[in-house]
C-alpha cells in the first residue's frame, strides 16, 4: 500500500526557485511512472512532470520544460521537483502521485494516476 507526503512548497517571488520533495512509503518500483502535478483555483488539474520508474526517462509539460526538473532516489523512495525561474502563472497546490499501472506508454494523465498525496502548496508573486 503506497502513501505519499508532499513537502517543501511556500511563498517566493517570480524568478525564485523552489525544490518539492515526496516521500513515498511502500513500494513504488513496480510503478510504470511517478509524477508531479499542480492545480490552480478554477482549473482542473495538469501534468507537470513524470518519471519512468525503471529507465528513469523524464517528460516535462510545456509550460515548464527547461525551468522544472523532475529526479527520484529510490534509495530513499523519494521524488523531488525543483522548480527554477518561477512564474505567478506556476501558483497552484502541486501534488505528487503513483501510476496506477505497472507497465504501458508513459503518461500524465491524472486518470491513470492512482494514488495521490495530500499536496503542497506554491504561490508566486
Known amino acids: 500500500h503506497v502513501q505519499l507526503v508532499e513537502s517543501g512548497g511556500g511563498s517566493v517571488q517570480a524568478g525564485g526557485s523552489l525544490r518539492l520533495s515526496c516521500a513515498a512509503s511502500?513500494?513504488?518500483?513496480?510503478?510504470?511512472?511517478m509524477a508531479w502535478f499542480r492545480q490552480a483555483p478554477g482549473k482542473e488539474r495538469e501534468g507537470v512532470a513524470r518519471?519512468?520508474?525503471?529507465?528513469?526517462?523524464?517528460y516535462y509539460a510545456d509550460s515548464v520544460k527547461g525551468r522544472f526538473s523532475i529526479s527520484k532516489d529510490n534509495a530513499r523512495n523519494w521524488l523531488d521537483l525543483q522548480m527554477d525561474s518561477l512564474e505567478p502563472g506556476d501558483t497552484a497546490r502541486y501534488y505528487c502521485?503513483?501510476?496506477?499501472?505497472?507497465?504501458?506508454?508513459?503518461?500524465?494523465?491524472?486518470?491513470?494516476?492512482?494514488?495521490w498525496g495530500q499536496g503542497t502548496q506554491v504561490t508566486v508573486s
Open positions: 511502500g513500494y513504488t518500483y513496480n510503478r510504470n511512472c
Open positions: 518519471i519512468a520508474t525503471g529507465s528513469g526517462n523524464t
Open positions: 502521485a503513483a501510476d496506477r499501472r505497472r507497465h504501458g506508454p508513459p503518461s500524465l494523465r491524472p486518470g491513470d494516476y492512482s494514488v
